[in-house]
């Protein structure tokens, strides 16, 4: 760099009298100047109407040096860009130093001062070129506006940065960087695009931020895979872990029923040999069963017919039945007849004959020397004593002695003759108490 390094040209400054705000950006290069200057306003009045270092050492407006020297302030090192903005008004005499949008110092004008007009503007260097004053660094979006910005305003051109659009404070954005460029150039004074290396800067940034974002939704994604993965694989391993002690398990189980089977087997072998001797026991029984079958079909058809002679007895039964129920009425009719002859002066010796030894029976041998002895054993019956009973027999049985005789011996005719009650009717009609040998009969004393 040298002396002759500059941007100068003569300009109105009419719109600036009462109030201005000048905000750029500055970037020191080289320190080798004693006192920089990067923009001086240089009235024939008044030659320090604005002056401004980029170390601090000048920040005068209307001439004031109330902010002089302050390189306490100015701390950011060499090559880097720092916001610098200097505002002022003749209504509130007063001037504001900000630093990368914070305001750092202030001071009180005269009362009326008012920003001197018919001047020169220098930039990079002292109005006239001085090798101490000269710059040697970067200026960028010099600018001056006609009314006093803001501090937000000032905060928000600070945080925009070196290629903020200030297309909002147009209207009051009186001295235009892009003017400034237009002018022509003393030295080797050179146009930096800044903002185009920035905007390709933050294009490249843009395009980065975005692969980033990218790179980082997909490293998310592999990470939330990658999370459930292991979760996955977690499971697995639990899973794996407890096959593991189920396959152990199972193993054990295995070997046992592998044990099992063996005794199952022994026993299966011993159950065919039991079962090959129940097979031969059950062909026996089916033989013994088959013989038993025939046995019961043929004892089935004997049942037939027994059944068949089981019916025609029965209904020679019902017939004999039948018989019986006659036979039953006329004995009990004979029986009534008997009873009713029976009575204490009808009843003859022949009534002996309706007793069950003679009656309805073959008069045999055996049963006339039976009937005969009883007659004849009353020669047993001496010294017995007589009574009621005794007489009672002898007077119904035993009247006439010759008759007696007689008619046992007439009773020889009969043997072998069943005493019927036709035969027994014969006697009581025949040999009556009205007969020959009945009318001995002695009478009852």
Not at 5 to 12: E, K
Not at 146 to 159: C, D, F, M, P
Not at 378 to 399: A, D, K, P
Request: glycine residues 6%; aromatic residues 10%.
């Amino acid at each position: 760099t040298s002396s002759s390094d500059h941007i100068s040209f003569n300009y109105d400054m009419a719109l600036f009298r009462d109030s201005l705000s000048i905000c750029t950006w500055i970037k020191r290069i080289s320190t080798s100047s004693s006192n920089p200057v990067v923009f001086h306003y240089y009235a024939t009045a008044s030659n320090y109407e604005i002056l401004i270092a980029p170390d601090g050492y000048y920040n005068r407006v209307v001439s004031d040096s109330g902010l002089e020297n302050r390189r306490n302030l100015f701390t950011v090192r060499v090559g880097t860009w720092f916001s610098y903005c200097i505002t002022w008004s003749v209504a509130s005499r007063t001037i504001k130093l900000y630093m990368d949008g914070d305001l750092v110092a202030t001071d009180q004008t005269p009362s009326g001062r008012r920003l001197t007009m018919g001047g020169q503007l220098w930039f990079g260097n002292h109005y006239g070129g001085y090798s101490q004053h000269v710059f040697g660094g970067g200026l960028y979006q010099f600018n001056v506006y006609s009314n006093v910005l803001e501090s937000a305003e000032i905060k928000k051109i600070a945080e925009g940065g070196l290629c903020f659009d200030l297309e909002e404070f147009s209207d009051t954005r009186i001295l235009r960087w892009e003017d400034i460029l237009d002018r022509s150039r003393s030295g080797s004074v050179s146009e930096v695009k800044v903002c185009e290396r920035i905007r390709k800067l933050d294009t490249r940034l843009r395009e980065s931020q975005e692969k980033l974002a990218s790179v980082t939704g997909t490293l998310n994604g592999t990470e939330a895979q990658l999370s459930r993965s292991e979760e996955k694989v977690e499971t697995l391993a639990n899973l794996l872990n407890s096959t593991q002690e189920e396959l152990k398990s199972t193993q054990l189980n295995f070997t046992e029923a592998k044990k099992q089977l063996n005794v199952t087997k022994e026993k299966l072998v011993t159950t065919e040999e039991e079962l090959k001797g129940v097979t031969s026991e059950l062909e026996g029984v089916t033989a013994e069963l088959e013989e038993v079958t025939a046995d019961m079909n043929r004892t089935a058809t004997s049942l037939e017919t027994v059944t068949g002679d089981l019916n025609s007895t029965q209904a020679e039964l019902g017939a004999v039945s039948d018989d019986l129920e006659t036979c039953s009425a006329g004995l009990k009719d004979i029986e009534r007849k008997f009873k009713e002859s029976r009575t204490f002066h009808n009843v003859t010796r022949w009534d002996v004959l309706f007793t069950t030894p003679y009656f309805n029976k073959v008069f045999s041998n055996e049963l006339f020397r039976q009937l005969t002895t009883s007659w004849n054993m009353l020669e047993r019956f001496v010294g017995t004593n007589m009574t009621e009973g005794v007489i009672q027999h002898f007077r119904h049985f035993h009247r006439n002695k010759m008759c007696e005789a007689f008619e046992l011996t007439m009773l020889e005719h009969f043997k072998g003759t069943e005493i019927t009650t036709g035969l027994i009717a014969h006697f009581m009609e025949t040999h009556t108490e009205e007969s020959d040998c009945e009318n001995d009969t002695d009478t009852e004393s």
